[in-house]
Nanobody, 116 residues
Framework: QVQLAESGGGLVQAGGSLRLSCAAS??????MGWYRQAPGKQRELVAT???????NYAASVKGRFTISRDNAKNTAYLQMNSLKPEDTAVYYC????????????WGQGTQVTVSS
């Protein structure tokens, strides 16, 4: 049974930092990462990282956010610096399995609020 446990969201002032964690269990995950969804908007990619360390960032967060991963712990981290009010959203952890077919698993979401 796959489980994703997120932590680290909260309220921060613009320019501040937060760190999100996502601990996954129940499978070997080819990639892990975060997506976010702001009110009235579609869910969008923030950052992903593969087991081999290949990383992809959304243009809007590149240079401010850093994703990392501990394969031994099946845990991914998102360090968010220089936060902006437009980063306010619910952040969802994603873990992807590729075994002949693609399976996506999602965390419950954690709120990140950046005040101006």
């Amino acid at each position: 049974q796959v489980q994703l446990a997120e932590s680290g969201g909260g309220l921060v002032q613009a320019g501040g930092s937060l760190r999100l964690s996502c601990a996954a269990s129940g499978s070997i995950f080819n990639s892990m990462g975060w997506y976010r969804q702001a009110p009235g908007k579609q869910r969008e990619l923030v950052a992903t990282i593969t087991r081999g360390g290949l990383i992809n960032y959304a243009a809007s967060v590149k240079g401010r956010f850093t994703i990392s991963r501990d394969n031994a712990k099946n845990t991914a981290y998102l360090q968010m610096n220089s936060l902006k009010p437009e980063d306010t959203a619910v952040y969802y952890c994603n873990a992807r399995v590729l075994t002949g077919r693609l399976l996506d698993y999602w965390g419950q979401g954690t709120q990140v609020t950046v005040s101006s």
